[in-house]
């Protein structure tokens, strides 16, 4: 059983954004509140594993939000990040993993695909090259290179291969279940990584075409392709209002929001 909690799906200027008052940022609908995008999955292994019976909390994504997420939805446990690339909006909440650290007295792995590892190592100095005076502490990872499927735990943790515009991203499978945010482009070999998905979390920004993401009407092509049962949309920009392009969306899809649980059979 696959737990999947939504802590952020939203854009990087998140949803509402600054000075705007467009009708879905003036919105009392609280799905219609989005911080940057991120989910933690929990995974309960399979015998014979040494790790059998034992839940892992495998977070996806530092976001810029990650102290707010992990407030509102009750994480208190992270057993392992796994990077889908190195935009802002996706790892500049890493410094409040040092809590994950001190709560659980050990160092947590990270795992990112090698170029997403040099911009980590660039970005967060501090972290992978620490300063002689740490202050109020600095989070201990143990990074880990991404070059394909692997285990954590007991649970298969399947890369998928993603395009954000020209950049090379990853998305990411267990089990049945596949999450693949920040992209516009599924190259051919990776298809075949997405057999047998039966419910995915996919990119879709806007109605109107973007040059690094999905719009709306190509994520239904690409839900309908997969065969999909469940399919939930993030990376939500201000133009969507949740209720209003919900009601459009086809049966079995619909958008994702903050605090969505979904539980996946393996």
């Known amino acids: 059983m696959i737990r999947v909690t939504v802590l952020g799906s939203g854009t990087s200027h998140g949803v509402p954004a600054i000075g705007c008052d467009c009708a879905v940022c003036r919105s009392s609908d609280p799905r219609d509140r989005r911080t940057r995008p991120s989910i933690l999955i929990e995974a309960r292994s399979e015998p014979p594993s040494p790790f059998a019976g034992a839940v892992r909390s495998i977070l996806v994504d530092t976001s810029t939000d990650l102290r707010a997420q992990a407030l509102a939805n009750d994480v208190r446990r992270v057993d392992a990040i796994l990077f889908t690339h190195s935009h802002a909006d996706h790892v500049f909440g890493l410094d409040d993993v040092r809590r994950y650290n001190q709560m659980q007295k050990a160092a947590i792995a990270c795992y990112a695909d090698a170029e997403t590892l040099v911009n980590l190592r660039r970005v967060f100095g501090y972290v992978f090259e ?92 690409v839900v309908a392709r997969l065969g999909v049962e469940r399919a939930y949309f993030t990376h939500i920009c201000h133009d969507l209002a949740h209720a209003e392009t919900c009601a459009q969306l086809p049966a079995g899809v619909e958008l994702a929001y903050d605090g969505l649980v979904i539980e996946v059979d393996g």
Request: charged letters at 15%; glycine letters at 10%.
């Open 130 to 221: 620490p300063p002689r005076q740490a202050g109020g502490g600095i989070p201990q990872l143990v990074p880990f290179r991404i070059a394909g499927p692997f285990t954590l735990g007991g649970v298969e943790v399947v890369p998928v291969p993603l395009y954000h515009g020209r950049l090379p991203v990853l998305g990411f499978r267990i089990g049945s279940f596949a999450y693949l945010t920040d992209c516009n482009l599924i190259p051919d070999e990776s298809w075949p990584l997405l057999d047998g998905v039966r419910t995915v979390i996919l990119d879709a920004l806007r109605h109107r075409p973007h040059s690094t993401h999905f719009s709306v009407a190509e994520s239904v092509d």
